[in-house]
């Protein structure tokens, strides 16, 4: 059950559900630092400020290491793609390269119960605020706070779903041990189509006000044009991601503009870090100086050296001597103070989702496909792809999301989404096309069936 095992933690300590933030993260980048530390669930949003500090520890629990600001669910996704290496020394790192992972796996056990605190946290919010008068507070920043709760647990859900499957879907708060214990899982689909209905309810309160590090409307159309492409409704999926490439708020801009810059018109939303609320995904890579536990391989590093990588060359470089051999660093999440930002969504995303939602409707745009897809190519200054039938461009387009998107963990899951693990990979087993439940709360949670064969 979602929480379980983190609310039997918690409790046993005394403090009651933690949901706050113990501020060291990016409450810090948004808050004055006067904010409350581990605040019970009954008090924790009684007025405006807590109200705000509320809204701001969900953003904190969706920059934790384990999950959008660290190695652990990023880690996990990346390494599962066949596109980089595990270098140390930790075994169940390297199970995601050879998909040998099983349910005692401490990376899943860790990402699983920090998203699942983040979906509590939304919960909080999303129950609390309605109900409160709020003196002071306008409506306009109240619904901006709910529209923020309802797309970051839309988002964790859609995490949750396409990395483990069929997962419980709370929406309402826990505050005891045994809140939501009745809840069962449902069918990944259906999850995927509660995630658009979250979505629907955050375009509703979203307001004009436009943020590049928080939720705002176009982070809703570009997260919504990409569930569905996941779930085939292609027509949806065009016109999602068309409201977001229609907007003047974004362009494809330079790769070195990307790679130094932050907010730029390439970002739809991106996770904001600062020299005081440094960001731990940079130091889970190797650098120039450090042979780390992440690296890309030998076969990315050529891809993205070759043509058809372009000008994407510059996202990793060869530090290789005498004895370090195969040594690459990526050159994304990078900068000196560890400042660096967290791409959720970029325009160019947006662009492969319609080129691909194009070449796949029931009445396919090649053109239009051919169109979308070059424009990226163009940007990279690599050959436009001159595909003239249906089955090439969404080859070219599935190549192009692999070099473009390369350190974003998107290669497992799109290769799961179009079930072609067992050809690229050679995962055939699709059993492991979906990752096992942690053993304890399968263990105490009598509603949560592990997957087969772990």
Not at 80 to 90: E, K, M, N, P
Not at 179 to 185: C, G, H, I, P, W
Request: glycine share 4%.
């Amino acid at each position: 059950m979602i929480m379980k095992q983190y609310i039997l933690k918690e409790r046993t300590l005394g403090f009651g559900l933690s949901f706050l933030l113990l501020l060291t993260s990016c409450t810090d980048y948004f808050l004055n630092p006067e904010s409350p530390q581990y605040i019970s669930d009954a008090f924790a949003i009684t007025d405006a400020q807590s109200a705000e500090t509320a809204v701001l520890g969900i953003y904190s629990g969706l920059q934790h290491g384990e999950y959008y600001g660290g190695d652990g669910f990023q880690s996990a996704a990346n390494l599962s793609g066949g596109d980089h290496i595990w270098v140390g020394t930790q075994n169940h790192y390297h199970t995601f390269v050879t998909h040998t992972y099983r349910p005692d796996n401490r990376t899943l056990n860790d990402s699983w119960n920090v998203m699942n605190q983040v979906v509590n946290r939304a919960n909080q919010v999303i129950d609390k605020i309605p109900q409160l008068d709020l003196a002071g507070l306008s409506e306009k920043t109240r619904n901006q706070w709910l529209s923020e709760a309802y797309t970051i647990r839309a988002l964790v859900h859609f995490d949750l779903a396409r990395a483990w499957g069929n997962i419980p879907i709370v929406t309402t708060p826990t505050v005891n041990p045994s809140s939501a214990s009745d809840v069962k899982q449902s069918p990944q689909q259906e999850v995927y189509a509660h995630v658009l209905s979250d979505l629907d309810r955050a375009d509703a309160y979203a307001g004009p006000d436009f943020d590049r590090n928080r939720v705002n409307i176009y982070a809703i159309y570009a997260f919504k044009a990409r569930v569905y492409l996941y779930l085939k409704q292609w027509d949806k999926a065009e016109e999602y991601a068309g409201r977001v490439i229609g907007s003047p708020n974004f362009e494809l801009v330079s790769w070195e503009n990307i790679l130094a810059g932050k907010n730029t018109k390439e970002s739809v939303w991106e996770l904001a870090f600062s020299t005081s609320d440094k960001s731990n995904y940079f130091s889970v890579w190797s650098s120039d100086d450090y042979r780390n536990t992440l690296a890309p391989s030998r076969a990315l590093y050529n891809l993205l050296h070759s043509e058809a990588g372009g000008k994407r060359s510059k996202l990793v470089k060869d530090v290789s001597t005498d004895t370090k051999l195969d040594y690459y660093v990526q050159l994304l999440y990078w900068r000196p103070n560890n400042d660096n930002p967290t791409y959720l969504f970029r325009i160019a995303e947006q662009y492969l989702i319609r080129a691909e939602a194009r070449a796949k409707k029931s009445n396919p745009d090649l053109t239009g496909a051919l169109n979308d897809l070059n424009a990226v190519r163009i940007r990279a200054e690599t050959e436009p792809s001159a595909a003239a039938t249906i089955e090439q461009v969404i080859l070219d387009i599935e190549n192009e999301r692999r070099v473009e998107l390369a350190f974003e963990a998107h290669r497992w899951f799109d290769l799961v989404r179009t079930e072609r693990a067992g050809e690229v990979l050679g995962v055939t087993d699709r059993n492991k096309w979906i990752f096992p439940f942690p053993y304890n709360d399968v263990q105490t949670d009598a509603n949560l069936d592990q997957n087969t064969d772990y």
